[in-house]
């Protein structure tokens, strides 16, 4: 069927036409007519013709402006204009608006079939190309999501380059050889860092995957892998192995807007980790940081360059509460990590306490196995023979109270550590900024400007700020900033208006209001009662 509308202000050439088309092309073609530019450009709204036949001169609107409008809502109709008038001006734009053809009144009824075939083909032609095109699309939009999961799958379990990695490189346009795995999580809830019942809302989530898929290429030129359990992993292409600061920055702003967004969407909780840059043939390490990056922070976007940075067992084995150990050896914490060490010992003394050899083996592994937490951490400073006596001593205990207390000092000594490191790392950085702060209060001071200071992204910088210093990086920049006002308006040579530009304020007014808000009373007011 083929949509045709008559413009002409002529009833007979209107009704000429109508018999025409119904004569020879009978069921093929609906028309319908409309006299004035205006009706016509409204009925072209409504109609959607794919064939238009216009007549230039008609009453109000002209043809030419006619089509203009016309145009811009149906881009694909086909124009063919029958004239009286044989104007270069007219041909010219008629031509401009991608006019078919430019019939001079009267035409033949020879001429009016063989031009009204002619648009049907290109109609047809058209036609076909959109058909093949959503063809086209239809299949890739099965075929691509598939590509990507087998290419995210390849690099994560084969862990070297292999022919499939190439070849997926290769269907997929990859040309980078670096990348960076962001790792999207969602659950039920927030509960100590975790989110809970990842199984259930892996359930929730299945049948909206291809629209998170594409939720999240809105905001990453990336490769989403498949849906496991309750993580999507997805592969982020990068030409080489540095990252600079403003590019992690953007990462993790463009993260938390896909988070808000999809929070919004979905009833759920979402969390991303971020990786670091790394090879594609090594790329389960930054899969390995950004899973490290989520388990290790409880931010809801979590890059593994803002932080400090399991096996089978026996039916009965604590694997739980060795996992607690080492995670309150990573956090630094000395009570947890005490009491989770005890609590092992109690379960190796009570399930195995005959067996005193194999207690030690186990003790010495801990207490290595959380040294190397305290040395990965920068807390400790490895010299080889740090640990001569240890096998000596653990060999001559004969007493297991004797050996907890041993493993205890031991694992103390290193969540010490850990924690002292981190309280240096993080004290440093903020005195860093509050040193920058101190010395630049009156230039332009923004939380972006400090935190590349400091080299840490300026989310993570602003809830590490705020932490350590008990209120937020505009209030500290604020009260640095009344702090010297109040000092500098006991100088009676100095102005109000030079007292608020030596503070970093531009506007007096401003100033003036901030100060009040601060102090309770004006700049003015506290001069004269400190003069």
């Given at each position: 069927?083929?949509?045709?509308?008559?413009?002409?202000?002529e009833g007979i050439v209107i009704d000429s036409l109508k018999f025409i088309i119904d004569k020879n092309f009978k069921g093929k073609c609906e028309v319908q007519s409309a006299k004035t530019g205006r009706a016509v450009i409204e009925l072209a709204e409504a109609f959607r013709p794919d064939i238009t036949f216009m007549d230039i001169q008609m009453p109000g609107i002209n043809g030419i402006e006619a089509m203009k409008e016309i145009r811009k809502t149906c881009p694909g109709t086909i124009f063919i204009i029958l004239s009286a008038y044989d104007k270069f001006d007219y041909a010219k734009d008629a031509i401009n608006l991608g006019v078919m053809e430019y019939l001079h009144k009267p035409v033949s009824k020879k001429v009016i079939l063989s031009t009204i075939e002619k648009a049907m083909a290109q109609i047809d032609e058209a036609r076909i190309r959109r058909s093949d095109s959503l063809k086209i699309k239809e299949k890739l939009e099965i075929v691509v999501p598939m590509m990507e999961s087998g290419f995210v799958s390849e690099i994560l379990l084969q862990g070297e380059m292999t022919g499939h990695t190439s070849q997926y490189?290769?269907?997929?346009?990859?040309?980078?050889?670096?990348?960076?795995?962001?790792?999207?999580?969602?659950?039920?809830?927030?509960?100590?860092?975790?989110?809970?019942?990842?199984?259930?809302?892996?359930?929730?989530?299945?049948?909206?995957?291809?629209?998170?898929?594409?939720?999240?290429?809105?905001?990453?030129?990336?490769?989403?892998?498949?849906?496991?359990?309750?993580?999507?992993?997805?592969?982020?292409?990068?030409?080489?192995?540095?990252?600079?600061?403003?590019?992690?920055?953007?990462?993790?702003?463009?993260?938390?807007?896909?988070?808000?967004?999809?929070?919004?969407?979905?009833?759920?909780?979402?969390?991303?980790?971020?990786?670091?840059?790394?090879?594609?043939?090594?790329?389960?390490?930054?899969?390995?940081?950004?899973?490290?990056?989520?388990?290790?922070?409880?931010?809801?976007?979590?890059?593994?360059?803002?932080?400090?940075?399991?096996?089978?067992?026996?039916?009965?084995?604590?694997?739980?509460?060795?996992?607690?150990?080492?995670?309150?050896?990573?956090?630094?914490?000395?009570?947890?990590?005490?009491?989770?060490?005890?609590?092992?010992?109690?379960?190796?003394?009570?399930?195995?306490?005959?067996?005193?050899?194999?207690?030690?083996?186990?003790?010495?592994?801990?207490?290595?196995?959380?040294?190397?937490?305290?040395?990965?951490?920068?807390?400790?400073?490895?010299?080889?023979?740090?640990?001569?006596?240890?096998?000596?001593?653990?060999?001559?205990?004969?007493?297991?109270?004797?050996?907890?207390?041993?493993?205890?000092?031991?694992?103390?000594?290193?969540?010490?550590?850990?924690?002292?490191?981190?309280?240096?790392?993080?004290?440093?950085?903020?005195?860093?900024?509050?040193?920058?702060?101190?010395?630049?209060?009156?230039?332009?001071?923004?939380?972006?400007?400090?935190?590349?200071?400091?080299?840490?992204?300026?989310?993570?910088?602003?809830?590490?700020?705020?932490?350590?210093?008990?209120?937020?990086?505009?209030?500290?920049?604020?009260?640095?900033?009344?702090?010297?006002?109040?000092?500098?308006?006991?100088?009676?040579?100095?102005?109000?208006?030079?007292?608020?530009?030596?503070?970093?304020?531009?506007?007096?007014?401003?100033?003036?209001?901030?100060?009040?808000?601060?102090?309770?009373?004006?700049?003015?007011?506290?001069?004269?009662?400190?003069?």
């Amino acid at each position: 069927m083929y949509k045709i509308m008559l413009a002409d202000d002529e009833g007979i050439v209107i009704d000429s036409l109508k018999f025409i088309i119904d004569k020879n092309f009978k069921g093929k073609c609906e028309v319908q007519s409309a006299k004035t530019g205006r009706a016509v450009i409204e009925l072209a709204e409504a109609f959607r013709p794919d064939i238009t036949f216009m007549d230039i001169q008609m009453p109000g609107i002209n043809g030419i402006e006619a089509m203009k409008e016309i145009r811009k809502t149906c881009p694909g109709t086909i124009f063919i204009i029958l004239s009286a008038y044989d104007k270069f001006d007219y041909a010219k734009d008629a031509i401009n608006l991608g006019v078919m053809e430019y019939l001079h009144k009267p035409v033949s009824k020879k001429v009016i079939l063989s031009t009204i075939e002619k648009a049907m083909a290109q109609i047809d032609e058209a036609r076909i190309r959109r058909s093949d095109s959503l063809k086209i699309k239809e299949k890739l939009e099965i075929v691509v999501p598939m590509m990507e999961s087998g290419f995210v799958s390849e690099i994560l379990l084969q862990g070297e380059m292999t022919g499939h990695t190439s070849q997926y490189k290769e269907l997929l346009g990859i040309h980078e050889d670096f990348g960076i795995i962001m790792v999207l999580e969602y659950g039920a809830e927030m509960q100590q860092g975790k989110l809970t019942n990842p199984i259930g809302t892996s359930f929730q989530v299945q049948p909206a995957y291809a629209s998170i898929r594409e939720l999240i290429k809105e905001f990453f030129p990336c490769i989403v892998g498949p849906m496991l359990t309750n993580k999507i992993t997805c592969f982020y292409p990068q030409k080489d192995e540095e990252e600079n600061y403003e590019s992690r920055n953007h990462f993790i702003v463009a993260a938390r807007e896909l988070m808000h967004k999809l929070n919004h969407l979905f009833d759920l909780k979402f969390r991303i980790g971020i990786g670091s840059v790394r090879p594609i043939q090594k790329i389960y390490e930054s899969y390995e940081d950004a899973v490290n990056a989520l388990n290790n922070s409880d931010r809801t976007v979590a890059h593994c360059r803002d932080l400090p940075i399991f096996c089978g067992y026996d039916q009965d084995y604590p694997s739980e509460k060795e996992k607690e150990l080492f995670e309150a050896v990573k956090a630094g914490s000395e009570a947890g990590a005490e009491a989770a060490a005890r609590s092992f010992f109690h379960w190796m003394e009570t399930k195995f306490g005959e067996y005193t050899m194999d207690i030690k083996l186990k003790v010495l592994e801990f207490v290595l196995w959380a040294e190397r937490i305290a040395y990965e951490s920068g807390g400790m400073v490895y010299h080889f023979r740090d640990r001569k006596d240890y096998l000596p001593e653990l060999l001559n205990m004969n007493d297991l109270s004797e050996l907890q207390k041993w493993f205890l000092t031991k694992i103390i000594l290193s969540a010490r550590n850990v924690h002292s490191k981190k309280h240096e790392y993080t004290n440093n950085i903020v005195e860093q900024a509050k040193d920058y702060i101190n010395a630049n209060y009156n230039h332009d001071l923004s939380l972006e400007g400090v935190s590349r200071q400091v080299d840490v992204s300026s989310y993570y910088f602003s809830k590490l700020f705020k932490d350590v210093v008990g209120m937020n990086f505009i209030e500290y920049v604020t009260k640095v900033r009344i702090q010297v006002a109040k000092s500098l308006l006991k100088e009676a040579n100095l102005t109000i208006k030079e007292v608020c530009a030596d503070c970093g304020y531009s506007d007096p007014n401003y100033f003036s209001r901030i100060f009040k808000k601060y102090e309770g009373i004006t700049p003015s007011e506290y001069r004269e009662g400190n003069m």
